[in-house]
């Protein structure tokens, strides 16, 4: 079982960063596949970016390639989300997702079984 607790979000203005945190409860995150997810207003549910347990791969959906970065710090249990250059289709309440490795689809909902609660994140242009 694990807890996750995202911070980070409020509201920005069209090319500003903003840099999310997750923090996990447990002491196997560095056993966990970790992945942001966002979900704009009327819209489904869509995957961002994800990372292997132990940092070494990342992955990316087409539209955030080259201005968002994940990463993660095992010994401080968290993930990261640094986002730059923000547009305002970026808009959305921004959830960190967690699974046991090996995870096969990192970019489906359904691979994962833990949730945070969300944190907004607004761009206004």
């Known amino acids: 079982q694990v807890q996750l607790v995202e911070s980070g979000g409020g509201l920005v203005q069209a090319g500003d960063s903003l840099r999310l945190s997750c923090a996990a409860s447990?002491?196997?995150?560095?056993?966990?596949?970790m992945g942001w997810f966002r979900q704009a207003p009327g819209k489904e549910r869509e995957f961002v970016a994800a990372?292997?347990?132990?940092?070494?791969?990342?992955y990316y959906t087409n539209s955030v390639k080259g201005r968002f970065t994940i990463s993660r710090d095992n010994a401080k249990n968290t993930v990261y989300l640094q986002m730059n250059s923000l547009k305002s289709e970026d808009t959305g309440v921004y959830y960190c997702?967690?699974?046991?490795?090996?995870?096969?689809?990192?970019?489906?909902?359904?691979?994962?079984?833990?949730w945070g609660q969300g944190t907004q994140v607004t761009v206004s242009s």
């Open positions: 997702a967690a699974n046991p490795a090996p995870v096969t689809a990192v970019s489906s909902r359904r691979e994962y079984n833990y």
């Open positions: 447990g002491r196997t995150f560095s056993r966990y596949v």
């Open positions: 990372i292997s347990a132990s940092g070494a791969n990342t």
